[in-house]
């Protein structure tokens, strides 16, 4: 299988501080890839590098062979990789469908047209149907995002992700803040929009990550602990130590 996104030697410096210290990763195409860890592991800053939101001290990113490492995030978003975040990020006071339809609305050029008459943007309301009906939202099409609960906030932020044509999408702690039906929901959503793109996510919830992962890397104190299925990872000696401290007891 071609590699979709790989880092490496990737190490992000602050001030003295290593945040990242030469990590190398390979994300196959087709696959759904976890990226896990403690708290303070450098998770958030190591996919901040791959989506450029910060630049590596060192190291170099591709993207299907293609050297992104001084590329703007808008401009890997343009090549097909959009990512997530862990605060869901939708336009409260708009529909659902119309949450859907700016990111569609790209398709004109570099204008949103947010001054464009009703009849004009409607052009775009069946293939927005399309990508709210793709994550269960289709009750929901007409209602402020701003009321939707948290769940459906994170299947509308995938939504609108989706819409964007991505390639491959980057999400960022999907489950964060999630009662268990939402997570049941989010989880078999990722599964179906996973069947012809390729993901890679940092998640907390170890069972959505046994139940997704085809491979998970594990990520301490900045460097790789283990790399991986979960039945791999979950029963190496460094992996059990960075979680639940056994080698201190």
């Known amino acids: 299988m071609q590699v979709a996104l790989e880092a490496r030697g990737l190490t992000k410096e602050f001030r003295g501080f290593v ?6 990763l390979k ?27 910060l630049q590596p001290t060192s190291g170099t990113i591709t993207y299907f062979g293609r050297d992104i490492t001084r590329m703007s995030p808008a401009g890997i978003a343009r090549l097909g990789m ?23 609305q790209r398709a004109r050029g ?21 990508h709210v009906d793709d994550v269960g939202l289709s009750d929901f099409v007409h209602h402020r995002a701003g009321e939707l609960s948290y769940g459906r906030k994170r299947a509308l932020e995938i939504a609108t992700t989706l819409a964007l044509d991505p390639r491959m999408l980057l999400l960022d702690e ?20 996973a069947r012809n793109r390729t993901i890679l996510m940092v998640e907390h919830n170890l069972s959505v990550v046994a139940d997704l992962s085809d491979r998970i890397t594990v990520l301490a104190r900045g460097e790789i602990l283990a790399e991986g299925d979960y039945a791999t990872v979950s029963k190496a000696p460094a992996v059990i130590d960075a979680y639940i401290g056994a080698g201190h007891d």
């Open 174 to 193: 999907p489950m964060a803040g999630m009662a268990q039906e939402d997570v049941t929901r989010i989880s078999a959503l990722i599964r179906r929009i």
């Open 19 to 24: 945040a990242v210290n030469d990590v190398s």
């Open 82 to 104: 959009v990512r997530s975040f862990q605060i869901s990020a939708v336009f409260a006071d708009l529909s659902v469908l119309e949450n859907v339809r700016i990111a569609l």
């Open 110 to 130: 570099e204008s949103y047209d947010f001054w464009r008459s009703e009849k004009v943007l409607a052009r775009y309301d069946g293939e927005a149907r399309g």
């Open 27 to 53: 994300v196959t195409e087709g696959s759904i890839h976890a990226l896990i860890g403690p708290n303070g592991a450098g998770k958030t800053t190591f996919f901040n590098l791959l989506t450029k939101f």
